[in-house]
Nanobody
Framework: DVQLVESGGGSAEAGGSLRLSCVASGYFASSYCMGWFRQAPGAEREAVAGIENDGSTAYIDSVKGRFTISQDSAKNIVYLQMDNLKPEDTATYYC????????????????????????YGQGTQVTVSS
């Protein structure tokens, strides 16, 4: 089975930075994409950033220029560097894995999240104070 373990969340002041990590372990396809999603209390989960196995990335408009997604494919780790944090970034952040091409498509709004693999981690909480 596949396990996803997110870490790196915490509290930060507006303008601060946090770096999230997600380690994926277990069997899945040799080529895959990874992405970060977030869910704030009372809100729907939204895609934040995605990265494909060729290194191509996608971001939602609200985080462009502030967040950077990267990966260590050899170690099955995806990172989310979050700079210039804003209070509206407060949420629980989750990583997902999926077929090649799907993660960035989900972020771009051209594919549905349900096309990703059905594996979920426990998430990591990010709280940004003003």
């Amino acid at each position: 089975d596949v396990q996803l373990v997110e870490s790196g969340g915490g509290s930060a002041e507006a303008g601060g930075s946090l770096r999230l990590s997600c380690v994926a372990s277990g069997y899945f396809a040799s080529s895959y994409c990874m992405g970060w999603f977030r869910q704030a209390p009372g809100a729907e989960r939204e895609a934040v950033a995605g990265i494909e196995n060729d290194g191509s990335t996608a971001y939602i408009d609200s985080v462009k220029g502030r967040f950077t997604i990267s990966q260590d494919s050899a170690k099955n780790i995806v990172y989310l560097q979050m700079d210039n944090l804003k209070p509206e970034d407060t949420a629980t952040y989750y990583c997902r894995v999926g077929p090649v091409g799907v993660c960035t498509a989900v972020v771009a709004g051209t594919a549905r999240e349900r096309f990703l693999y059905s594996y979920y981690g426990q998430g990591t909480q990010v709280t940004v104070s003003s």
